[in-house]
């Protein structure tokens, strides 16, 4: 199947599938994958939620953080 039409049927694919099929042509190209690495960032994502639930660290609301960015982005 030529290259177009391929991409031409990913487009039209749900929001949900055509991001897992990036997200698989991304991980099978990436030599940098690795399951440990996967595992450390599993652990560190649920060390953060669980510092926000104990009350160790307070969120920074999502309108403040795009503020944030923008303000870095702009120089």
């Known amino acids: 199947m030529p290259l177009e039409d391929m991409a031409r049927e990913a487009i039209e694919l749900p929001r949900h599938q055509r991001l897992s099929l990036a997200r698989l042509l991304i991980d099978l190209d990436d030599p940098g994958s690795d399951a440990d690495v996967e595992a450390a960032w599993d652990?560190?994502?649920q060390a953060r939620v669980r510092a926000v639930q104990e009350g160790r660290v307070e969120g920074i609301p999502y309108e403040e953080v795009l503020a944030r960015?923008?303000?870095r982005l702009a120089r």
């Open 43 to 45: 652990v560190e994502i």
């Open 69 to 71: 960015v923008d303000r």
